[in-house]
């Protein structure tokens, strides 16, 4: 499904994936594909981020992320999405993969319920984007993504965004209140007009 700016095309996408999901047993659509999962379980295993760290996905989708992590041997993680489609899709990825112990829940970040507070570490993977996307006071809602975030996560947890929509250079404009970036981690690159730039830009940030 494209970037929508309205929340009933996403749970239109994902009415979809479910019902596939149920009649096939495919999980569907993996934003930005396999390989920015590979490269966020291997920063975290590279940054011997412990085990038992509290890790929460934002905006979750079909929670397939959340089951390589597990399979990875990390055992607290959380995925959030506002789309209770998605929650759905994922509740049912969960099941078929028997991985009981990954918490789901139907949360706005935006509008956070205040239980969402204490984590290690923060992934987003194109949810940034999304609400950058809207055409509805898309500023307000960027600073209150902002906000979310340093209420979610503990001083100095990590924070890992992929996106397809900021350059490095705006990503740390955007979150420059409160965090500081770590580093950048390696995407693919893609050659237009003889200029190379980055179609995704991955950016691990720790919060001060």
């Known amino acids: 499904p494209v970037l929508s700016s309205s929340n009933s095309s996403w749970d239109a996408a994902y009415e979809r994936e479910l ?3 149920q009649d096939i047993g495919d999980a569907g659509e993996i934003w930005f594909g396999e390989e920015s999962m590979v490269r966020i ?3 975290l295993e590279k940054q011997t981020v412990p085990f038992d760290s509290a890790v929460l996905d934002i905006g979750t989708g079909n929670g397939v992320l959340l089951i390589e ?3 990875s041997g ?3 993680l959380t995925g959030i999405d506002y789309s209770p489609s998605a929650i759905q899709l994922s509740e049912k990825v969960r099941e078929k993969e028997g991985m009981p112990n990954i918490k789901l829940k139907v949360e706005d970040f935006l509008t956070p319920s205040a239980e969402l507070s204490g984590f290690d570490i923060c992934i987003d993977k194109g949810t940034f984007d999304a609400v950058s996307l809207n055409p509805d006071n898309a500023v307000s809602k960027r ?6 975030l340093c209420s979610a996560l503990k001083p100095e947890g990590f924070f890992v965004i992929t996106s397809c ?3 490095k250079e705006e990503l740390l404009n955007e979150f420059r ?3 500081e970036i770590l580093e950048e981690l390696p995407t693919p690159k893609f050659c237009f007009g003889g200029r190379i730039g980055n179609s ?3 950016l691990v940030f720790q919060r001060k």
């Not at 600073?143 to 979310?148: A, E, G, I, P, T």
């Open 143 to 148: 600073k209150q993504y902002v906000r979310s």
């Open 200 to 202: 995704v830009t991955a």
């Open 41 to 43: 379980i291997r920063w």
């Open 69 to 71: 992590l597990a399979k």
């Open 74 to 76: 990390y055992t607290n």
């Open 177 to 179: 209140e409160g965090f």
């Open 19 to 21: 019902q596939t999901f």
């Open 165 to 167: 929509n900021w350059t």
